[in-house]
C-alpha cells in the first residue's frame, strides 16, 4: 500500500505496519490534562504524536509531553482549526507526513487504529473516519445519556455511515478519529473555518474540491467521552446539528446534480419526517378521534427493536433496560433538530470556533 | 479538544437504500469475522 514517497524516522513507518505510509497524530486541546496523557498513550505506540495546546491554564502541556507527545504550547485560545492549522504550519506535517489522524483530546484509540485506517487508503481516498464508541465505565454505567449516545453511534454506523460509505457520499465525518491524507489537509484546514463545527467544513470542502473519497473503517476503534448530563448533551448535539445546518447552506448543498447533493437531499427529507413525523402523527389521531394502541405500538416496536438489536451487537446489556430513556431522549433531539434550524438562521456563519467542552471523565 | 462533530442521525425512509446496504455491509463484514475465526 503506498500513499505517498515517504520521508522521516523509522519509528512512524514500522509502527503503522505499512512500509511506505508514514503517519502522525495531531490533537488540539485546550485545559485537557485530565484526559490527554490517555489519549496520547494510546497513540504514540503507532505514529508520531502532536499535541497543541491551546491557551490552557492547566498542565495539558506537561502531561502530554511527559505521555511522549511532541508539544506545542499557545499562549492564547484561538480554537481548534487555529490550532491544527499552526500545528500544520510550523511543523510542516504535512509535507512530512503521508496521512495525519486527527483525534480529540479525549479520544483514546485502538492499538491498531492506525493500521486498520491505513489500510482504507486506496486510491483516491482523501480521509478514513474511525468508528467512534463511547466510553462507558462502570461508575457511569446506568447513565442514560451514555447509553443513548451509545446506542445512537451504533445504529448510525451500522446503518446510514456505512450505506454512506459504499456509496461515496459521507455528510460527517468523526472530528474525533479521522485519518487525513496530508496533501487534503493541506488544503481544507484554514486557520478559521466558517462553521462552528470545523469537521463539517473539511467534510464538505472534500466533496466540493473533488479532493478524493471519504470511507468508514469500522475496524478502526476509538473511544471518546460523551455527555454526562441533559445541559451538557443538549449543548453538544446543538452545535452539531448547527454546525451541519451552516454547512448546508454556506456550501449550497443540494443545490447541484451529484450523488453526493443528492443523497444529502434525502437526509434532509429523512431530518424533516424524523422531526415532524411524531407529533403529526400524534395530532392526527388525535384530531381524527382514533388514538389507540397502533400509534403506540408503532413507535414503541421500533424503538425496542432497534434498540435490543443495539444491545446484541454491542453486548451491552443494559441498553435493552434504558429502552424508555432512549426513547424520550430520542423525542428531546428532534427539539434540538427545531432549535438547530433557528440559531443557523440567526447566525449563519461564525468568526471564531470555540467552545466550551462537556464535563471530561 | 472534546466533542468534535459527529451527529448520529440514524435515518429513516428516505435513506432506506442507504440503510439497506449499511445493513448489508455490516451483516456481511460479522459472518466473515465469525467465519475467520471459526478458521483460525
Not at chain 1, 82 to 102: G, N
Not at chain 1, 152 to 159: I, L
Request: proline share 3%; glycine share 8%.
Amino acid at each position: 500500500m503506498r500513499l505517498l514517497p515517504s520521508r522521516g524516522t523509522d519509528h512512524a513507518r514500522r509502527a503503522t505496519g505499512v512500509e511506505t505510509t508514514r503517519v502522525a497524530v495531531l490533537v488540539a486541546s485546550k485545559d485537557g490534562a485530565s484526559t490527554i496523557g490517555a489519549t496520547v498513550a494510546s497513540a504514540v505506540g503507532q505514529a508520531d504524536v502532536f499535541v497543541v495546546s491551546d491557551g490552557s491554564r492547566d498542565r495539558t502541556g506537561a502531561v502530554a509531553r511527559a505521555a511522549g507527545a511532541h508539544v506545542i504550547e499557545l499562549t492564547e485560545n484561538v480554537g481548534k482549526p487555529a490550532a491544527i492549522h499552526h500545528a500544520l504550519t510550523t511543523l510542516r506535517l504535512a509535507e512530512r507526513y503521508d496521512a495525519i489522524a486527527i483525534l480529540d483530546d479525549d479520544t483514546t484509540i485502538a492499538p491498531n487504529f492506525i493500521r486498520k485506517a491505513v489500510e482504507r487508503f486506496r486510491e483516491g481516498v482523501a480521509i478514513v473516519v474511525g468508528r467512534t464508541m463511547t466510553r462507558w465505565p462502570h461508575e457511569n454505567r446506568w447513565n442514560v445519556w451514555l447509553g443513548s449516545r451509545a446506542y445512537a453511534y451504533w445504529r448510525y454506523q451500522a446503518t446510514l455511515r456505512r450505506g454512506q460509505s459504499a456509496l461515496g457520499v459521507m455528510n460527517c465525518i468523526s472530528g474525533s478519529n479521522s485519518v487525513f491524507r496530508s496533501s487534503v489537509l493541506a488544503q481544507i484546514a484554514i486557520e478559521q473555518t466558517p462553521y462552528i463545527v470545523d469537521d463539517t467544513y473539511w467534510t464538505l470542502e472534500t466533496h466540493r474540491r473533488k479532493l478524493g473519497r471519504i470511507v468508514y473503517a469500522p475496524d478502526a476503534h476509538a473511544w471518546v467521552c460523551d455527555p454526562l448530563t441533559l445541559r451538557d448533551w443538549y449543548r453538544q448535539n446543538l452545535r452539531w446539528i448547527w454546525g451541519m445546518y451552516q454547512g448546508i447552506a454556506g456550501h449550497h448543498v443540494g443545490r447541484r446534480v451529484t450523488r453526493f447533493d443528492v443523497a444529502s437531499v434525502l437526509l434532509m427529507l429523512d431530518w424533516c419526517a424524523y422531526v415532524f413525523g411524531m407529533p403529526i402523527a400524534i395530532g392526527l389521531a388525535l384530531w381524527l378521534g382514533w388514538f389507540s394502541l397502533h400509534l403506540v405500538l408503532f413507535y414503541a416496536i421500533g424503538y425496542a427493536a432497534w434498540t435490543l438489536l443495539a444491545a446484541i451487537a454491542t453486548k451491552k446489556w443494559r441498553l435493552a433496560a434504558m429502552l424508555p430513556a432512549i426513547a424520550v431522549i430520542d423525542v428531546i433531539y428532534r427539539v434540538v433538530f427545531v432549535h438547530a434550524l433557528v440559531k443557523t438562521i440567526r447566525e449563519p456563519r461564525v468568526t471564531s470556533c470555540r467552545w466550551v467542552s462537556p464535563v471530561r471523565y | 479538544m472534546s466533542g468534535s462533530g459527529e451527529l448520529p442521525f440514524t435515518g429513516s425512509i428516505f435513506t432506506l437504500p442507504l440503510l439497506v446496504i449499511g445493513m448489508t455491509l455490516t451483516l456481511a463484514g460479522w459472518v466473515v469475522r465469525r467465519l475467520a475465526r471459526e478458521d483460525a
